[in-house]
């Protein structure tokens, strides 16, 4: 009987010494505390004297994903005081306390731990003592203790401190610490902070310091708020000794899984010995530069959503100037996706699908930043279009009952505004019908006609305020396919199936006083066009194990070729200017090749029948390795509009120690293919070669790495180039710091 009530109390009792320890996981694991505890020992005792509970002989303890393992645990029920002793080890989910014993109180959670090697995994996270006192439910002192994020017994680096004080989901902090490597005292230092936590934390993130021949003397320092379980916010403050300071903010709110806000702001007060330095035009530059970005997004149910991205800035040259500003709001990688950009763009839009169609009430605005109000007026932002607002409704084919027909509406309002010149509404209107046929089980013929409708209305400086058009339609597609499968029964490979498709379509716009509507936009969709064509595609799939084994299917190449040739003269489509005789466009084509998962190939290729040579191409390869290793090339060409070459690899010599590289080579002759439009900017000719490029080496190991390399970007007829030389030291669990 006593021994089913040394049972009965261990039970109760021993779920109190889990938790004891369970502060070390707690905000993850409170589930674990509905869970039943199991324990086996070798001998269970009660002792009604003394009140005492004891579990021997590899006592093991365990409830849900946490176990307490010892040679004996004891605990007195009257003092909650309990011990354990001999190869005791404590663990959750990975994370451990292993020790030679402790002693603590249930109720209070105050204890000793002696001899301890606590493990965190989620930070890799080593931290050694001869005596832990654990001071709370979450709190920890250490005396004469290491910490590390390596796992070795003699670790690359470690540091030594007399006392560290450790805060479950929150810092560990090093006293007076030694920073050595590989034994060797390295530095002193006057504290050190760890970060112990899942959780979004309040305090300040890791400094940048540095210098520049432009800036001067740098740091940036940020702060971050954790504010509540549904916002948080971070503050920059960065100074530079010749360019000035710079502040920001980012506040970020979600409210549920697909409703959410951010709110990024940005703001340099520059100096005018930097700008004079660094700027070879100041073109519509300010001392005072501003970013403004808002993103946004509301889903009412699956079906219907609001989503929005605003962005404001003081002036045309921000984004390039402050690269590294606008790809931190945008989460973006990439350091050269930000120095192209020609125009600002925003939008607000609301959609909302139907069974069979769907609403789409679109605001957009952008703001020209090639071109400012001093230059040609005909290429000034105040002659941009807005769309404010945009209504388009759109259908699927439906059956027409009882008919072999199908039928599709197409609608749309407009409100062109600018800030001055023609403005108006246009109103469109496109119901189609449809009759897909099929011959034989092989071949498709799919007619379709239709009348749009145009009107233009509310036109400020015409003295005809209106201007419709009626534009009746044609469309026919004959398509046919062949399909043929290959059985390999390879390890992984099993089967390849080739379909080929050809087709032929032909269409037609009738274009009757088209030449009476006001410019505003190149509405492909109605303008005119009377042409037929031909195209052939191939399709590769294979049948094939993917990375779980699982037989799934993959495209592993497609190759598209087509032409269009006109009965009337085109003003859009696969047409330039100067393509004034030819009745035939580009010969265009379109490959793709990804018969690997750590390769990929895409090329579009237009031949310029007119002329006999190429007009414009892309192509793109990317290379994975099994280390991280990739390599990507892409190359892309438009005469008489760019030409330049992309390189971008990483590269593991060995397990320890990488290459890595990109630029950007422009071969763009500038001189030579002057396009239409505003004057050439002064200092034209300063354009580099080299957009952007670096290059450097990266040593790296479980827990610590270095990096070294050199970056480069090339100037622009406003600016002068730049090159610095920089080092980057990183250590698992402390972040980054870097210096240039």
């Not at 199991?38 to 946490?66: H, P, S, W």
């Not at 930070?123 to 050694?128: D, P, R, T, V, Y």
């Not at 400020?460 to 305020?465: A, C, E, G, K, R």
Request: aromatic content about 14%.
């Amino acid at each position: 009987m006593a021994h089913l009530k040394s049972i009965l109390i261990l039970f109760v009792v021993v779920g109190a010494a889990v938790d004891a320890f369970a502060g070390l996981y707690e905000s993850r694991y409170d589930q674990d505390r509905e869970l039943p505890v199991n324990v086996t020992a070798e001998k269970l005792q009660y002792n009604d004297r003394t009140d005492m509970l004891t579990a021997q002989g590899d006592a093991f303890i365990t409830q849900g994903t946490r176990s307490i393992k010892a040679d004996k645990i004891q605990i007195n029920l009257a003092t909650k005081e309990t011990e354990a002793l001999g190869n005791v080890l404590l663990t959750q989910d990975g994370d451990t306390i292993a020790c030679e014993s402790f002693t603590i109180n249930l109720d209070t959670q105050v204890g000793v731990v002696h001899q301890a090697k606590i493990f965190i995994k989620n930070e890799n996270l080593h931290i050694n003592g001869r005596d832990v006192q654990k001071t709370g439910a979450n709190t920890y002192k250490v005396h004469n203790g290491t910490i590390t994020t390596c796992d070795t017994d003699n670790p690359p680096w470690r540091i030594d401190a007399s006392e560290i004080d450790v805060e479950v989901e929150g810092y560990a902090v090093a006293r007076n610490p030694l920073l050595r490597v590989k034994s060797i005292p390295v530095m002193y230092l006057p504290a050190v902070v760890v970060p112990v936590k899942l959780k979004r934390q309040t305090g300040f993130l890791l400094p940048q310091i540095g210098y520049s021949n432009r800036s001067g003397a740098l740091m940036e320092n940020s702060f971050f708020w954790a504010i509540n379980n549904q916002s948080d916010a971070t503050f920059w403050l960065d100074t530079a000794t010749r360019q000035g300071i710079g502040s920001g903010l980012e506040y970020r709110l979600k409210l549920a899984e697909q409703t959410d806000a951010k709110l990024y702001g940005y703001f340099y007060d520059e100096t005018n010995r930097y700008q004079d330095d660094r700027y070879r035009n100041i073109l519509d530059r300010d001392e005072q530069r501003y970013y403004v970005n808002f993103e946004g997004q509301h889903y009412f149910n699956s079906d219907m959503y609001l989503k929005s991205d605003i962005s404001q800035t003081s002036d045309r040259q921000f984004y390039y100037d402050y690269k590294s500003v606008v790809r931190r709001s945008r989460g973006v990688i990439d350091r050269s996706s930000s120095r192209n950009y020609d125009k600002q763009e925003s939008t607000v839009f609301f959609n909302k699908n139907f069974a069979a169609s769907n609403l789409l009430v679109n605001m957009n605005w952008y703001r020209d930043l090639r071109n400012s109000d001093d230059e040609d007026v005909r290429y000034s932002r105040n002659e941009t279009v807005q769309t404010l607002p945009q209504v388009l409704y759109s259908s699927m084919l439906q059956p027409v009952s009882h008919t072999p027909l199908f039928y599709q509406l197409e609608a749309g309002y407009d409100n062109l505004w600018r800030e001055s010149g023609q403005r108006s509404q246009r109103i469109t209107m496109y119901p189609q019908l449809s009759m897909p046929m099929l011959f034989g089980s092989w071949l498709k013929l799919t007619p379709r006609t239709g009348v749009r409708g145009v009107q233009f209305f509310g036109l400020n400086h015409s003295d005809d305020n209106e201007r419709t058009g009626i534009f009746p339609t044609a469309n026919v597609n004959l398509a046919t396919s062949f399909v043929r499968v290959f059985d390999v029964d390879g390890k992984s490979l099993k089967k390849i199936r080739h379909m080929i498709e050809p087709g032929l379509e032909y269409e037609f716009v009738e274009t009757d006083r088209q030449s009476d509507f006001p410019y505003f936009d190149d509405p492909d969709d109605y303008y005119r066009r009377h042409w037929a064509g031909y195209y052939l595609k191939n399709r590769f799939t294979a049948l094939m194990h993917d990375a779980a084994g699982e037989l799934t299917e993959h495209e592993i190449g497609y190759v598209k070729v087509g032409q269009l040739f006109n009965f009337t003269q085109p003003t859009q489509g696969l047409y330039y200017e100067g393509d004034r005789t030819t009745t035939s466009s580009d010969i265009f084509s379109e490959f793709r090749l990804d018969l690997h998962r750590n390769f990929y190939f895409k090329s579009s290729v237009y031949y310029d029948t007119y002329d006999q040579r190429l007009r414009r191409y892309n192509l793109m390869g990317r290379l994975h390795g099994s280390r991280k290793d990739y390599l990507s090339l892409e190359y892309r060409y438009w005469r008489e509009l760019y030409d330049y070459l992309k390189f971008d690899t990483y590269f593991n010599i060995t397990s320890w120690l990488a290459l890595f590289a990109n630029t950007r080579y422009d071969f763009y002759d500038y001189d030579d293919n002057d396009p239409p439009g505003p004057p050439d900017p002064p200092h034209k000719d300063n354009y580099d070669e080299l957009i952007d490029s670096e290059f450097g080496i990266e040593y790296h190991s479980q827990c610590w790495g270095i990096r070294f390399w050199y970056e480069s970007d090339g100037s622009t007829p406003d600016t002068r180039s730049d090159s610095s030389v920089k080092t980057m030291f990183f250590i698992k669990g402390f972040g980054d710091y870097s210096i240039w």
